[in-house]
């Protein structure tokens, strides 16, 4: 699987079902990944760093869920994604969303980096960057 849509919406789904096994297979070992948290937490790098990423969410949310509705393909193989995430914290009553807009990359048929911009009007001045 090279397609770089199929393999972010797969991935999605393991991260909002919390497969650890699915994500392994499709994200690369060197992944780093960088969600609007990492200002504070720094990137998470690699399947530990992943790991630790999931390990946070099970210890802070009920609810957590990535909604994604633009998915575009760029000339060099990235992907921009525009959408939102959902939380709720734990004993939380309500949901709170927030946008979501990044680029990732991928090598080898896997996701390779996910930067997380939060912005749409940022992510898509960095993917003209190139």
Not at 71 to 89: C, F, H, N
Request: glycine content about 10%.
């Amino acid at each position: 699987m090279n397609d770089p849509v199929q393999i972010f919406e797969e991935a999605v789904d393991a991260l909002n079902r919390v497969d650890r096994d699915e994500l392994a297979r499709l994200i690369d070992p060197e992944i780093v990944f960088i969600p609007m948290r990492s200002a504070v937490s720094g990137a998470y790098i690699g399947h530990a760093g992943l790991e630790e990423f999931l390990s946070e969410n099970d210890d802070k949310y009920e609810v957590f869920r990535a909604d994604f509705h633009t998915l575009e393909p760029l000339a060099d193989g990235r992907l921009l994604s525009i959408g939102t995430i959902t939380v709720r914290g734990k004993g939380g009553e309500a949901e709170t969303v927030v946008k979501t807009a990044g680029i990732a990359s991928f090598r080898g048929g896997r996701m390779l980096s996910w930067h997380d911009y939060g912005d749409e009007a940022i992510a898509r001045a960095k993917a003209a960057e190139g």
